[in-house]
């Protein structure tokens, strides 16, 4: 299969590079240091277990000397989305399969912008890893990812699962993605802004008394605009889940909290104010939401 990551960070190399293993893989970036070093060295792979892996896809700046692809997977920042469909349109053909998994919600939007609803196919992962450097990642954590078609059959979305999961990528195909969005939403809503404020660990969220109840705050209302869409979530379940996560990855950084301590432009739109813009629709009141939104965004103006 001819696949194209665009957004080639950590997570979209990681992918990548499994990827290339059993496909026609190309990486497509901004990073230019980045770009060069998978091109001339390969693409590393550092594993927890300290196994370090070499893989081969290509890589590029441009994406139309590249062509329509058979499935475009997206990892640039939520805030991106639409510019980077729009830069890169030259890989979407008229059967191109598109998979989202971002973080944020309301990345299903910017992409059938550019895309037929019945090509894309949302997901989350579980992996977890960072950048060491230009070609070099680290593979933090390995999970299991989870993907649905927006509407329609299954039958893209298993076939995708299958690429992936013949490539030690692991998936499943759920006939409801847009819980899994939400599910994956409340713990970027529970744990990031508040780490990025306090800048600390993602610990915080389960054994600092203060940043635990901020945080249920923040998901119970999270909780009850999604159930008001139609949903059907416990918010004691959902917040338990978020303590669970935050004290399974508590020494880990947030990316939001990475964004901060960069100067980089956060994605908190498409987070808590993803938040903030469903419940205005759903009639909703959401008040922490609304402070913890305008605290990031005092904090980028820094």
């Not at 960072?130 to 993907?147: E, R, S, W």
């Not at 923040?218 to 996560?245: H, R």
């Amino acid at each position: 299969m001819k696949i194209a990551i665009i957004g080639a960070g950590a997570m979209g190399s990681l992918f990548g590079g499994y990827l290339s293993q059993k496909n026609d893989v190309y990486l497509v970036d901004i990073w230019e240091a980045h770009v060069n070093a998978v091109n001339e060295q390969g693409l590393k792979i550092e594993e927890k277990n300290g196994a370090l892996r070499v893989f081969h896809p290509k890589a590029t700046t441009d994406a139309s000397t590249v062509g329509a692809i058979d499935l475009a997977i997206v990892f640039v920042k939520s805030i991106q989305t639409a510019e980077a469909m729009e830069k890169n349109h030259s890989l979407i053909g008229p059967d191109t399969i598109v998979l989202s998994l971002q973080n944020g919600y309301g990345n299903d939007a910017d992409i059938c912008r550019f895309v037929d609803k019945k090509n894309v196919i949302l997901g989350t992962t579980a992996h977890g890893c960072t950048m060491k450097g230009p070609g070099h990642v680290y593979h933090a954590g390995v999970g299991l990812n989870h993907i649905g078609p927006i509407i329609g059959e299954c039958a893209a979305a298993a076939n995708v699962a299958d690429v992936l999961t013949a490539c030690d990528l692991k998936t499943d195909v759920s006939s409801d993605v847009m819980r899994l969005v939400w599910s994956k939403l409340f713990v970027n809503v529970g744990i990031n802004a508040i780490t990025a404020l306090l800048k600390m660990p993602n610990i915080c969220i389960a054994e600092n008394h203060y940043a635990n109840a901020l945080s249920k705050e923040l998901v119970y209302e999270a909780v009850k605009t999604a159930n008001a869409g139609g949903a059907n979530f416990d918010p004691s379940q959902v917040f338990a889940n978020v303590v669970d996560i935050a004290r399974a990855t508590g020494a880990n950084q947030s990316s939001m909290l990475q964004d901060v301590l960069k100067n980089r432009k956060t994605e908190i739109g498409k987070i808590n104010g993803a938040v903030i813009k469903e419940a205005e629709t759903q009639h909703v009141d959401v008040p922490v939401n609304s402070t913890i939104v305008k605290l990031i965004q005092a904090l980028e103006l820094q």
